[in-house]
């Protein structure tokens, strides 16, 4: 099993930053890739980022490209998403994943953060 722990959300006002941190326990080892999803009242939980957890070739939702920055550290069990250039329309609950393989769903999921942004 793998236990996912996001922190970082909060309140900013549109054109503000912040930073989102997932940190993994358990069988991390096992640990594929790492993503952030994110989910709006009342729409769809979607995809924003993800990271491969060896190689950290990253891939990004268009929406959010140029804007938010996913990374690791160099112990492999901590992501990070740097989100600058916010708006209102990136307020949602941020969740963080991680899957054992490059096929399929996303096995494991953290309890999420939320992301308040004002204009």
């Known amino acids: 099993q793998v236990q996912l722990v996001e922190s970082g959300g909060g309140f900013v006002q549109a054109g503000g930053s912040l930073r989102l941190s997932c940190a993994a326990s358990g069988r991390t080892l096992s640990i594929y890739d790492m993503a952030w999803f994110r989910q709006a009242p009342g729409k769809e939980r979607q995809f924003v980022a993800r990271i491969t957890k060896y190689s950290g070739i990253t891939d990004y939702a268009d929406s959010v490209k140029g804007r938010f920055t996913i990374s690791r550290d160099a112990a492999k069990i901590t992501m990070y998403l740097q989100m600058n250039s916010l708006n209102v329309e990136d307020t949602a609950v941020y969740y963080c994943?991680?899957?054992?393989?490059?096929?399929?769903?996303?096995?494991?999921w953290g309890q999420g953060t939320q992301v308040t942004v004002s204009s």
């Open positions: 994943a991680a899957r054992i393989s490059s096929f399929g769903d996303y096995n494991y």
